[in-house]
């Protein structure tokens, strides 16, 4: 599974190690913990890919847990950009889990999060800036965006 969200032009950001701490009394990963993995995983791409780093989280959509994460399992973080607007980035963000006892790997969540970049506390249209336009010629910009 890892490959073939690969070949859908997906990074891997992060792998983390499910730990005790971040288990329920079930021994599942807590959803929450899920969360913010993948928010912070989202904004470290994002920023990566745009050059900007003053960015708020503003919503996370089709969150839905497919399937748990235990003890000792591998949590495999990936992204790519689905949508950038003058002001805000949607990153598509996967997590996967691989069971290093059995090899299975399985998809926890395909979700969508969305940021929106500030200037002194309030949006900023950042992908309209002559900033940004130096950064990326319009094909890298272009390449940024899923088609």
Known sequence: MENDVLNENFEIVTR????PRDLNGHGNLYGGSML???DESSYLYAIEKI???????VSLENVRFRSPAKMGDSVII????HQIKSSSITIQTKAIVHDTK???ISEIIDCFITFVCLKEGKPFPYFKTEEFKAKFNQKD???LILK
């Open 51 to 57: 050059g900007y780093t003053n960015m708020v989280t």
């Open 16 to 19: 983390r190690l499910v730990l």
């Open 78 to 81: 990936l992204c790519r950009i």
């Open 36 to 38: 913010s993995w993948i």
């Open 141 to 143: 910009i272009n390449d």
């Open 102 to 104: 059995t090899n299975q």
